[in-house]
């Protein structure tokens, strides 16, 4: 099978996307991968030669798109809708659909939900909400990893974090919380899963800004990122290969921030 270029797979995110040479075996999984960060995730891992598997939650034309634009640049790529407020049937859902695409060795959990309340209006469904998407739905989906992964392969987790998990504020409450918890699950899963499987986390800073708030970025990047500039999903997909490079890197929470966390 042809590889896409790196022309052909970096039009929908904008970022240019790094392409490998020699095709990786099996497939991927990316989570929130219909839009934004987890699209050129997706892209990113196509470029690398892997069969990509497209979650989506309410971005089914986003992941149509992401689909689309890997298999006419001669990639293989699935989508699947799962809502993962339910997530030990969204990963049964998720990893049914990968079959169609072979094993799956890479398993990234992009999708998240981003929401601040302050301490007086947190209630049930905004904790249930966080805890179901950022934390438990990676923690199915990684069970169903292992389910799946033959007893020779080896594979790689790669969990997208926050650099709030080193330095929570006042703000974000849940959403750092279950952040938080999800790099210590990334950790856990390091030392449980090793050595077969490698278990990292990826912590932006001012990537891409929430779409209800476009200049927030510009403004921390003023005020409190040292590097003085933002990030883009480029920084994001390119941490993610030199992870995916690695054969002894596990259990690492590697910043992309400019140094917000400091
Ligand atoms: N952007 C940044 O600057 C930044 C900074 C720090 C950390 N991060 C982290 O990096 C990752 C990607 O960032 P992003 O900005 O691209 O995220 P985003 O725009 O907030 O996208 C979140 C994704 O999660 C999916 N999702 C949310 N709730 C879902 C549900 N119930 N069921 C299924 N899917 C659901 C959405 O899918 P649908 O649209 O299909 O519903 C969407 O694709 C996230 O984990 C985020 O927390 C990003």
Redesign the pocket.
Known sequence: MRQPSESELSRHSGESVRAFSGAEQGAAIV????????AAIAMMLAGRGLGVVV??????D??AGVVREIVSAGGRAVAVG????EPCR?AEKVFGAARELGPVTVLVN?????QDLALEQVDGRHCD?HV??NLLAPIFLSQQFMRQLDAGSRGHIIN????RVHRPGADHLVYTAT?SALASVTKSLALQLAPRVQVNGV????????EDRPDW?QQRAAEQIPLRRT?SPRD?TAAIGFLLDSGFITGEVLNVSGGEEL
């Open positions: 989570t929130g991968g219909g839009r934004r960060v987890g979650h989506y939650g309410a971005s089914s986003g992941a799962a809502d993962l407020r969204a992009s999708a998240s939900v981003f909400e179901s998407v997208l974090l926050d650099w952040r912590a932006p800073g001012a990537v891409l800004p929430p970025h990030g994001i």
